[in-house]
């Protein structure tokens, strides 16, 4: 089947892709981009991130050492929100929240995948504490990273943002029906199986350990996506115990920096955090913590892939299959 189009499902969403491997062979004369190479300088007087400088309010970031959380000052949601009018065709309803940034380090030149353990680990600790105090307040919490100027970020500086709302949002929304319908049909929890059955595969895994697993899941879209699975029974980033919080740095670091050594280049990507939405309360049996990561880069450092034409119009199509990406960012040498 790996050979010839089929199509495969998202568990997670319920939506199909279509994978056609023989389409990886055809010549490429479409854009491409000259790789980027960022200064690597500590501190940056222009960034509206670094410790000292002004931000774009005009509002002075504190000389911070590690990790610091301000609010968005161009928040997509706030606190206050319109009723909505209702309209006999239109519908429309109030979107309240709030969105703050977290700034992963002081240092103007890292990312993600160079920090040290000690620093990563603080990063993941925000994380879990942002979900836990915003998760009392709003229906859901959403952490990402939008990183590299390709994934449309703003700044250089290495940060990430989280924003909150008194809603579900939609892909969330779809995760939590089909988990919980899994679980009410089979008995099982959903990404449980899927840890099994890829464990027991192992042409996707990337990295293992008894608390995580990190693999480029049977319906990826993008060509070297991966899904990063909690095992046991983490709902929340706050419900991680010590030793999947404490084992959690390694396991990420070593795939982010799979993914920098795959083309030698810093890797672009969208990422972010899925756990049970906060507004269940603590119905949140048939959910496993899961972050995804959403990389563009197809063919090398300078070829992306765009989601166009059948994509947009359609369903999601690939031409590189799961299996060929693990395998190949599983021969990324990573060693220390």
Not at 246 to 267: A, E, K, M, Q
Request: charged share 20%.
């Amino acid at each position: 089947m790996n050979d010839l189009p089929h199509r495969r499902r998202n568990l997670l969403t319920g939506e199909w892709l279509l994978v056609s491997p023989h389409r990886a062979k055809r010549p490429w004369q479409g854009e491409t981009a000259p790789p980027l190479a960022p200064e690597r300088v500590a501190h940056d007087p222009g960034c509206h991130l670094c410790p000292g400088n002004l931000r774009a309010t005009g509002q002075a970031n504190p000389d911070y050492p590690g990790t610091y959380v301000f609010d968005n000052d161009f928040a997509a949601l706030l606190p206050d929100a319109d009723p909505a009018e209702p309209h006999s065709v239109f519908e429309s309803a109030p979107a309240r929240g709030e969105a703050r940034v977290i700034c992963f380090a002081a240092n103007h030149g890292q990312t993600l995948a160079r920090l040290d353990p000690a620093a990563m680990a603080r990063v993941i600790d925000t994380w879990c504490a942002q979900s836990a105090e915003l998760g009392a307040k709003w229906a859901h919490v959403q952490l990402f990273e939008n990183k590299g100027a390709m994934m449309g970020a703003s700044s250089p500086h290495p940060h990430g943002q989280v924003w909150a709302s008194d809603f579900v949002p939609e892909l969330v929304a779809k995760e939590d029906a089909r988990q919980r319908d899994w679980l009410a049909e089979r008995g099982t929890v959903l990404l449980d199986d899927v840890v099994a059955a890829e464990l027991a595969d192992g042409s996707r895994v990337i990295e293992a350990s008894d608390h995580w697993l990190a693999v480029v899941p049977h319906w990826a879209g993008w060509p070297f996506e991966v899904l990063l699975v909690a095992r046991g029974g983490v709902a929340r980033l706050e419900d991680m115990d010590g030793p999947a919080r404490y084992s959690l740095p390694l396991i990420l670091s070593r795939l982010l920096r799979r993914y920098d050594g795959l083309f030698d280049t810093d890797f672009p990507y969208s990422m972010g955090w899925h756990g049970a939405p906060h507004g269940l309360g603590g119905d949140t049996a048939h959910w496993r913590l899961h972050a995804h990561f959403l990389p563009p880069l197809l063919r090398s450092a300078t070829v992306r892939k765009h989601m166009v034409g059948f994509e947009l119009l359609a369903e999601t199509q690939r031409d590189l299959t799961p299996e060929a990406a693990a395998q190949r960012l599983r021969a990324v040498d990573v060693a220390p």
